[in-house]
């Protein structure tokens, strides 16, 4: 009969999958355009008692990540967000947002909430995200992909 089961459930085996292939976390698309030279410039994201910090990078946009625990409240709560300039003691970005986490699922009855927002000039943070913002930032991440500063692995002449 277990044989049976297992066939028919697709587990050949007793496995502990909870959690994956999910990550329990807040995002922020951090769109650099309208604020000049943030060149060594620090970022703060706060969300559920828990933070992170950081140097950005130089690049158009910046995916800040913000793990959270996996047993994290859902219910609707404030995420903030800062970016101090290099040497400046007040943030030239200071915004908060009250969001939702959403589940997902790991397909094994498991899952986790997390939440993705974006942060432009024009729009703030929001946690709907625009679409030129996602089209912006598969872009860049395509471009790092194809980067000409990879090593080239053909053997020397």
Do not use: N
């Amino acid at each position: 009969m277990a044989v049976l089961l297992a066939a028919a459930t697709g587990c050949s085996h007793a496995r502990d999958c909870a959690g994956v292939g999910t990550v329990s976390g807040v995002g922020v698309l951090f769109v650099h355009q309208g604020y000049g030279d943030l060149g060594g410039a620090f970022f703060e994201l706060c969300a559920r008692g828990t933070f992170t910090k950081g140097e950005l990078r130089l690049e158009g946009i910046t995916d800040v990540q913000l793990p959270l625990p996996h047993d994290m409240d859902p219910g609707a709560g404030p995420i903030r967000f800062r970016v101090t300039r290099k040497g400046a003691t007040r943030p030239v970005i200071d915004a908060s947002a009250g969001v939702q986490l959403t589940f997902q699922s790991d397909g094994c009855g498991g899952g986790d909430y997390s939440r993705g927002l974006a942060f432009t000039k024009e729009g703030g943070l929001t946690a709907k995200i625009p679409r030129a913002v996602s089209e912006a930032w598969g872009e860049q991440v395509r471009s790092r992909a194809t980067s000409t500063s990879r090593p080239d692995p053909s053997p020397s002449p």
